[in-house]
């Protein structure tokens, strides 16, 4: 199995309808965030389905998708090293992470990085330094940014929060929207495993941080007390 043979799959799947909504969905148009991102129309239940055929195939074929322009490849083939991620080896995982860092240019909007960072970046670097995503954090990629918030997902979910936190604080006044929301998404994670960790974050910050990352941390909160830290940002 190689690229050319996956291409041609995907080819016959294509909607040139869906593929109108979704170049609209993910702001393709000149000076959105995914200008000149180019869809074939494959909605990702169809191309999760895929992912159990073509798993087992090579790395050259996998970075052959990647560097596609078409979007829904490149969402193959990191559904794919995700799958190869969490089924490899230590080696193997080594390899998929620095595959995935080498090639942050073409994880290129929002659902490629949330798809992937938390498994692969995240995943990897559970045991291991930390460090690399602080550099991922204050890069002047925006997709480089959100990789490093998103990928502390995992640190989240084995009840380590301060890493999160510490990318927060770094992107805390980031220009972008995109990284408002996740940054938002991921203080909320924080809450609902430890609502005290959370609070201490927000109260000296709830004044300063932008709205739509506040009301992302505090989308669970009780009605008053949302209302109460709206009240102050």
């Known amino acids: 199995m190689n690229a050319a043979t996956i291409q041609a799959r995907l080819?016959?799947?294509a909607n040139p309808k869906d593929a109108i909504a979704l170049q609209w969905y993910f702001k393709t148009g000149p000076g959105d965030y995914g200008e000149g991102d180019a869809f074939i129309g494959i909605r990702v239940p169809a191309i999760r389905k895929l992912v159990k055929e073509f798993r087992a195939v090579d790395e050259r074929t996998v970075l052959n998708?990647?560097?596609?322009?078409?979007?829904?490849?490149?969402?193959?083939?990191?559904?794919?090293l995700?799958?190869?991620?969490?089924?490899g080896t230590t080696e193997d995982r080594s390899r998929i992470y620095r595959?995935?860092?080498?090639?942050?240019?073409?994880?290129?909007n929002w659902d490629l990085v949330d798809l992937s960072a938390p498994t692969i970046v995240g995943g990897y670097l559970l045991a291991r330094s930390h460090r690399p995503l602080l550099r991922l954090a204050k890069s002047k990629s925006l997709w480089e940014r959100r990789i490093a918030i998103l990928a502390t997902f995992a640190f989240i979910r084995n009840h380590h929060?301060?890493?999160?936190?510490?990318?927060?604080?770094?992107?805390?006044?980031?220009?972008?929207?995109?990284?408002?929301?996740a940054v938002g998404w991921m203080l909320r994670e924080?809450?609902?495993?430890?609502?005290?960790?959370?609070?201490t974050f927000l109260v000296p910050r709830c004044g300063v941080m932008p709205r739509t990352m506040l009301r992302y941390a505090i989308e669970k909160f009780p009605e008053a007390k949302r209302q109460q830290y709206l009240g102050r940002a």
């Open 11 to 13: 080819k016959v799947m």
């Open 161 to 181: 929060f301060a890493d999160s936190l510490t990318i927060a604080d770094l992107l805390l006044h980031d220009p972008h929207d995109l990284i408002h929301k």
């Open 99 to 108: 595959l995935y860092l080498a090639h942050t240019d073409r994880i290129n």
């Open 65 to 80: 998708l990647l560097i596609s322009p078409i979007h829904e490849e490149r969402l193959l083939a990191l559904f794919i």
């Open 82 to 87: 995700v799958k190869q991620f969490e089924a």
């Open 190 to 199: 924080v809450g609902k495993r430890d609502l005290a960790i959370l609070e």
